[in-house]
């Protein structure tokens, strides 16, 4: 049994995260509800990321709103899809993506910048999934609508002028956690498989056993105390957290899922769980590649523009998509 070391009560000196990085995660952490200045709770945590910072502008990408169905019984679900306006003469792979927010908060609007950067840097149709959030709604029901919008994504591939074969899914935080879990739900349900997962700093394990979470705990933003805060709204009084749905991390058979990215910063509580996922994934023979950031802290790709690492993982993201997807054909 893994028991977990104590957690660091302020950053570690020396600072590992770089000057540029310090500056902006001491900023973002100064205007954020902290569970060390106070209980937390969702509406807060909402208006704290409802400002729609993560719009960018950005050329070469139309964006679109609408509605899919949702699971059966479930309401529809709100998506957007980023269009990368560059010609193709063939179809294009296709992005089903979930945003973070500990399964809580955020948006379409709070990820609108990375969809649309991911769009142009792969040449893929992007559709991010506005999934249902806890408390009011808790597990399974974000995962059952990423699941439901991915199989309608597959199904629906031609209409939106891409290949049912190259659809990919991917998310950060416990939006990776959802994406992960996809590929899960679609191998035991018989459903289209993914063909590639695209997990940015992702959430997989409640347990939150890794010595990155007892020594990145606290000063790089976003706290072991957040993330514990958050299982328990996603979960609830009555949730099972070892479900493999719920905890990808701790899925007994990891066989026959798609190729994987994990992109993970040095300076995040999560790290060692993705660590830990990916090489659970080269055991059962899937390819795992992760690109790791030295200097960075969870959620810094919200910096992209302003921080340099940020650029450079979301364009090495975005290659990899290419590679594995293939690029629309021009």
């Given at each position: ?276 996922y990916a090489a659970a994934l080269r ?48």
């Open positions: 049994m893994n028991t977990p070391r104590p957690p660091a009560t302020e950053p570690r000196s020396p600072d590992p995260l770089t000057p540029a990085a310090r500056q902006i995660c001491d900023a973002m952490a100064a205007t954020f509800p902290d569970p060390a200045r106070g209980p937390l709770d969702a509406g807060s945590l909402r208006r704290a990321t409802g400002s729609g910072a993560g719009r960018l502008p950005r050329e070469g990408v139309a964006a679109t709103d609408r509605s899919i169905p949702g699971p059966p019984g479930s309401p529809a679900l709100p998506v957007r899809l980023y269009r990368p306006e560059a010609e193709a003469n063939g179809p294009r792979p296709l992005l089903v993506f979930f945003h973070g927010g500990g399964w809580v908060m955020c948006d379409l609007d709070t990820h609108d910048g990375l969809c649309r950067e991911l769009a142009v840097l792969s040449g893929a149709l992007v559709m991010s999934v506005d999934y249902r959030r806890a408390p009011e709604d808790r597990f399974p029901a974000a995962a059952e609508d990423a699941y439901a919008a991915t199989q309608w994504a597959v199904e629906q591939a031609a209409e939106l002028g891409c290949d049912p074969g190259r659809v990919a899914v991917g998310g950060d935080s416990s939006g990776g956690g959802l994406a992960a879990a996809v590929t899960l739900m679609a191998r035991d349900r018989g459903g289209r498989q993914p063909a590639a997962q695209l997990l940015l700093y992702p959430a997989l394990d409640h347990r939150l056993t890794g010595d990155s979470a007892a020594d990145y705990a606290t000063g790089y933003f976003h706290t072991t105390a957040h993330m514990r805060w958050y299982w328990e709204q996603y979960l609830g009084p009555g949730g099972d957290p070892a479900h493999p749905y719920a905890s990808p991390g701790l899925a007994p058979d990891l066989t026959g899922l798609p190729p994987a990215l994990l992109v993970l910063p040095e300076c995040d509580p999560l790290r060692d769980e993705g660590r830990a055991a059962a023979g899937i390819e795992a590649r992760v690109d790791e950031h030295g200097g960075t802290f969870h959620g810094f790709l919200g910096a992209m523009g302003y921080l340099p690492a940020a650029d450079l993982a979301v364009e090495a993201a975005g290659a990899w998509l290419t590679e594995v997807l293939g690029a629309a054909a021009t």
